[in-house]
């Protein structure tokens, strides 16, 4: 027997080589390292994945570890994604630059937590008064967005991916009522992104602290209010103990995208079959992780009044009118410092004016009528 037909044997013998597969081509495929090749998809990757949240945390923190376990799933034990709690390798607040050195694989966050790097992520997590979950959704994958936030992500080295979005968040928890705007004035409240920039325009002072330490901070008067996220989460972290309103709707936070980001190295070292498992896996937990908090918020609301007694309110309309306005005011700013910016909310901008007009006519005109 030649030696090329021991190596066809061979490869057979594996499973691996495809009976038209020529020796020839297939030694190609090997050395082509964008391709999916024999050799390397049976290479076991061992990954970590570092989290701006508590370790286990409900729908923030389990969905990073549904989307390691599907990885570890689907690519059968071939990418093995360990998953870190907020501080336990570096602190939250910091996983962005840590995967970017290589310190771990992949984060697990939200893009307006950077919003230091560059204003304009501010964009791939939500926008006040935008979109919906379902809309920034269809952005993300059928309206350009994706491509917008991988070229965002691109000059930090880091491949960026939605991977949870929490749906329409709530205001926050107040220790006193909201009846006017003059309310939020000199009010020190935990608000991240876009809205602590209008909190700050309505004479507020918004901080940014991670999810773990909030009760803490909210208890303790560090700060005066807080939002998180929705009734699910926020019973989760005892908020109802330190704070007596709470407030309706996240006017702030309209669905916020949660993302999963990868060491740009790291993620074109593997098989692009591996590459897309990762990437479906992430669509899959994207979806997942929405479907949990349908299907626990309101259970958890229930548990918020009839149990602990918390005082749910609404926002009064002129309050909402008057962080509209600064809403657009603030867009506008991030919008007018850099040119990049201008193209990715141009291209959010005009895709919602689209899913509006087809949403009043539907989702809004069934839910009005429900
Ligand atoms: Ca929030």
């Not at 970590?48 to 989307?67: C, D, Q, R, V």
């Not at 560059?118 to 006040?128: C, Y």
Request: aromatic share 12%.
């Amino acid at each position: 027997m030649s030696d090329k037909n021991t190596r066809r044997k061979f490869l057979q013998y594996l499973g691996v080589g495809a009976a038209s597969c020529t020796v020839a081509a297939c030694n190609e495929k090997t050395s082509n390292p964008t391709a999916s090749s024999t050799v390397t998809s049976n290479q076991t990757f061992n990954w970590k994945m570092i989290t701006t949240w508590p370790k286990n945390f409900p729908g923030l923190g389990t969905g990073a570890e549904f989307l390691a376990q599907t990885i570890n799933e689907m690519s059968n034990g071939r990418l093995n994604i360990k998953v870190y709690g907020a501080g336990e390798i570096v602190p939250a607040l910091e996983i962005f630059d840590a995967v970017t050195a290589g310190t771990a694989e992949m984060g697990h966050g939200s893009a307006y937590y950077w919003k230091g790097k560059n204003p304009a992520l501010q964009f791939f997590s939500t926008v006040p008064f935008g979109m919906t979950a379902n809309e920034m959704n269809a952005w993300l994958y059928h309206g350009g967005g994706m491509e917008l936030w991988q070229r965002a992500y691109q000059p930090f080295g880091l491949v960026p991916m939605a991977a949870g979005n929490t749906m329409v968040q709530m205001g926050g928890w107040f220790n006193k009522e909201i009846n006017s705007v003059e309310d939020l004035q000199g009010l020190k409240m935990r608000i991240p992104g876009l809205g602590g920039e209008v909190l700050r325009l309505a004479g507020g002072t918004p901080v940014n602290i991670p999810g773990g330490d909030l009760f803490v901070s909210l208890q303790k008067g560090v700060i005066d209010a807080t939002e998180w996220v929705g009734p699910y989460n926020d019973l989760a972290f005892g908020l109802h103990k330190a704070a007596k309103y709470y407030y309706s709707p996240g006017w702030h936070e309209p669905g916020t995208t949660l993302e999963c980001f990868i060491n740009e190295e790291a993620y074109n070292s593997l098989p692009s079959d591996l590459q897309s498992i990762v990437r479906n896996a992430a669509r899959v937990a994207n979806q997942d992780m929405m479907l949990e908090y349908v299907a626990r918020n309101n259970d958890a609301l229930e548990t918020l009044i009839n149990e602990h007694k918390v005082d749910v309110r609404e926002f009064p309309t002129d309050v909402i009118e008057k962080l509209r306005g600064l809403s657009e005011q603030v867009v506008a700013d991030v919008v007018g410092s850099d040119p990049f910016a201008r193209e990715i909310y141009d291209s959010y901008q005009s895709f919602l004016a689209k899913s509006k007009a087809w949403y009043n006519l539907s989702e809004r005109a069934y839910l009005n009528m429900r």
